[in-house]
T-cell receptor, first 111, second 113 residues
């Protein structure tokens, strides 16, 4: 069964303390890997799409990378406003293009 | 603001009852998705519609049904409700079928007592 696993489940950082979130997948024939941000009481907000190993995307303090088996979301010098749950999703080639989501990493950045 | 509108935001009902959740997609988006989010299951795909037709089905219970109307809004009907149906129900939309870039509404929080 196709699966998307995220780690850690929760992460607490001090402001300015860089770190990485992991997303590993067992999706057969990966078609796309997606990162979303979800704030409490809100719907997920799209951040990045990655299609092939070696690809990288950046947005402000966030950088997403992709290998053949996993993706990382690097957070450089985070600020308290980066606190949120970060969700990873993957779609497989063939069939319907429906993202399968991981359970997310809850990030708290302390000032 | 994603442009996706969901109503109601909160709903409290009793076991055995039936509720309808409503979703208006972003202007121009033809594809609508319904997801269920609970603490123990994460975000689970239920069903997808594209331009009025059902295109993909996930782990949607037989007690649940959905449809997309000609004006592209969608409704998710949940019947014979059980305590375990308490969750956040999200609608998302996209411009076409082959994209993982979904625009989510703020969700409908269902509490079954």
């Amino acid at each position: 069964e196709d699966q998307v696993t995220q780690s850690p489940e929760a992460l607490r950082l001090q402001e300015g303390e860089s770190s990485s979130l992991n997303c590993s997948y067992t999706v057969s024939g990966l078609r796309g890997l997606f990162w979303y941000r979800q704030d409490p009481g809100k719907g997920p907000e799209f951040l990045f799409t990655l299609y092939s190993a070696g690809e990288e995307k950046e947005k402000e303090r966030l950088k997403a990378t992709l290998t053949k088996k996993e993706s990382f979301l690097h957070i450089t010098a985070p600020k308290p406003e980066d606190s949120a749950t970060y969700l990873c999703a993957a779609t497989l080639s063939g069939g319907s293009y429906i993202p399968t989501f991981g359970r997310g990493t809850s990030l708290i950045v302390h000032p | 603001d994603s442009g996706v509108t969901q109503t109601p935001k909160h709903l409290i009902t009793a076991t055995g009852q039936r509720v309808t959740l409503r979703c208006s997609p972003r202007s121009g988006d033809l594809s609508v998705y319904w997801y269920q989010q609970s603490l123990d299951q994460g975000l689970q795909f239920l069903i997808q519609y594209y331009n009025g037709e059902e295109r993909a089905k996930g782990n949607i219970l037989e007690r649940f049904s959905a449809q997309q109307f000609p004006d592209l809004h969608s409704e998710l009907n949940l019947s014979s409700l059980e305590l375990g149906d308490s969750a956040l129900y999200f609608c998302a939309s996209s411009a076409d079928l082959n994209t993982g870039e979904l625009f989510f509404g703020e969700g409908s929080r269902l509490t079954v007592l």
